[in-house]
């Protein structure tokens, strides 16, 4: 059982909500936090669990060290390199057995009869170690930001919407509302109102792009640069929707509970750079590398060249933060090759918005390298990602298959979801609704959400629920 399940929507959540609102003290509402998290992060595996309260636990006792001045630089190192090195031996460890002893012998240990013993890293490992490695360097930067007790450090660590999926937030920013934060009806409703919104986003949006875009990467026939495009495209508005609605899902969630959770987009399909992609995709993720690599590496105090190595280092880190598959690696290097000729100014984009036709340029660059990128994100593997690639701008022999599969993917309802993913990635809806004044707005909007839920029920019914894209991750 994981967050992607309608479990959570259907049976947990409402009676998480009713005991939460029945309690009225705070600290009691935060250990009824605490442990919906711990037990419904059991469901899946509770090895995972055991390794969350592990890893907690162990960055705890270093924050514990830093702050009495216990060899604090040791503590330090010793702590981020073990949440680090166990992130690296869960994301690597099928992979490593099958290089070492071979395929065969692989399928041999991993299978036993009919049931699949797998090595897969604890859900969300990503994410709480990235947690852990924020909370120990801040302690140690300033040794205020250290938790008052254990409590409150795994409360932060395995706090329900974030677990999964993230955003990345700081302890500092979280704690403070520990002990005071607004709990309220109208708060909760607002809350609700964005997890209807992340669902929506997830079901109908993404799920209608991620059906062309699986039977594109899935054709064995080899895609056209129609066929190419369309599963570009269809991936790109998928992976967006997918994760910007998880993250409008945990805000919203965080949000009922009172908490505030950090935001992790605006808009990165308006960017006019790669650089200002990366201010605006997975903020939380950005500011995270920003903050404990790029920094703490020299960031663009050591001359522009330097600056340029730094940024091709994080992005190259990045891509193996999603996984040390090749076609992460490669993913990490474009954008990081990009963003380093960027601050060269080899790639001059500043300059060329000087000019009104280069406004345009600058934007269709971007949205072109970030798609080209998300291809090889998206592939099964290297030679499938070069030979998408290779197919946006040379595809051109058209097969019978080739044809009937577009035909049959270009439905009506497929064209519209992505009509309206492209038009809700854009933000002419947010635009829209601020102008939208009248005493009647508020009942209005609660009237539109209630129909979203009531689309996204008959998704869910027909089960329409498909993993989370970054909780793989």
């Known amino acids: 059982m994981s967050f992607d399940s309608a479990f959570f929507l259907l049976f947990f959540f409402p009676v998480l909500f009713i005991l939460y609102f029945a309690v009225k003290n705070l600290k009691a509402r935060n250990v009824i936090i605490l442990a919906a ?14 390794v969350l309260l592990f890893m907690a636990g162990l960055t705890y006792l270093a924050g514990v060290l830093i702050r009495r001045d216990k060899r604090p630089k040791a503590a330090l190192w010793a702590a981020v390199l073990f949440d680090l090195l166990v992130l690296a031996a869960f994301k690597t460890a099928e992979r490593a057995i099958v290089t070492v002893i071979g395929p065969d012998a692989a399928m041999r240990l991993l299978f036993s009869g009919a049931s699949p013993v797998t090595i897969s890293a604890p859900l969300g490992v990503s994410f709480f ?7 120990t360097v801040d302690v140690y930067r300033d040794r205020e930001n250290t938790a008052d007790n254990f409590f409150r450090f795994l409360l932060y660590v395995s706090f329900l ?10 302890y500092h920013d979280f704690a403070a509302q520990l002990d005071g934060r607004e709990v309220s009806f109208p708060r909760a409703a607002e809350g609700l109102t964005r997890l209807i919104r992340g669902l ?29 495009w369309a599963g570009a495209a269809a991936y790109s508005i998928q992976l967006f929707f997918d994760f910007s609605g998880y993250s409008d899902m945990a805000i919203g969630l965080a949000g009922v ?34 903050d404990y690599l790029y920094i703490p590496l020299g960031g663009n105090r050591k001359g522009k060249y330097r600056t340029a190595v730094n940024k091709f280092i994080v992005f190259a880190l990045c891509g193996l933060w999603h996984g040390f598959g090749l076609t992460f690696i490669l993913w990490g290097v474009w ?19 000087e000019h009104r036709a280069g406004a345009v340029l ?28 290779g197919a946006m701008f040379a595809g051109f022999r058209f097969t019978r298959e080739g044809t009937a599969l577009l035909a049959q993917l270009m439905s009506a309802r497929s064209i519209l979801m992505l009509a309206l993913g492209i038009a809700f ?36 019914a027909a089960g329409g629920f498909s993993p989370f894209i970054y909780a793989q991750f």
């Open 37 to 50: 998290g711990l037990v419904f992060y059991s469901f899946g595996r509770l090895f995972d669990l055991l």
């Open 129 to 135: 170690a990235f947690k852990c490695v924020a909370y």
């Open 161 to 170: 919407p974030e677990i999964v999926s993230g955003p990345i937030s700081r």
């Open 200 to 228: 929506g986003k997830k079901l109908l949006l993404a799920g209608a792009a991620g059906k062309i875009a699986d039977a594109v990467f899935g054709f064995g026939g080899g895609a056209d640069i129609r066929l190419a």
């Open 257 to 290: 509970f009172g908490f505030t959770s950090p935001e992790n987009f605006n808009y990165p399909y308006t960017a006019v750079s790669i650089t200002d992609f990366w201010r605006r995709w997975h903020m939380s993720l950005s500011g995270w590398f920003k």
């Open 335 to 353: 954008h990081g090759v990009l963003a380093a000729l960027e601050s060269l100014k080899l790639l001059n984009v500043p300059k060329w918005r």
């Open 362 to 389: 600058s934007r269709v660059y971007t949205l072109l390298a970030v798609t080209v990128g998300f291809v090889m994100f998206r592939a099964a593997d290297a030679g499938q990602g070069f030979r998408m690639i």
């Open 425 to 460: 990635s854009m933000p002419c809806a947010g635009a829209f609704a601020a102008r939208v004044s009248g005493k009647w707005t508020p009942v209005l909007r609660y009237v539109l959400y209630a129909g979203l839920f009531a689309l996204c029920a008959a998704e869910l």
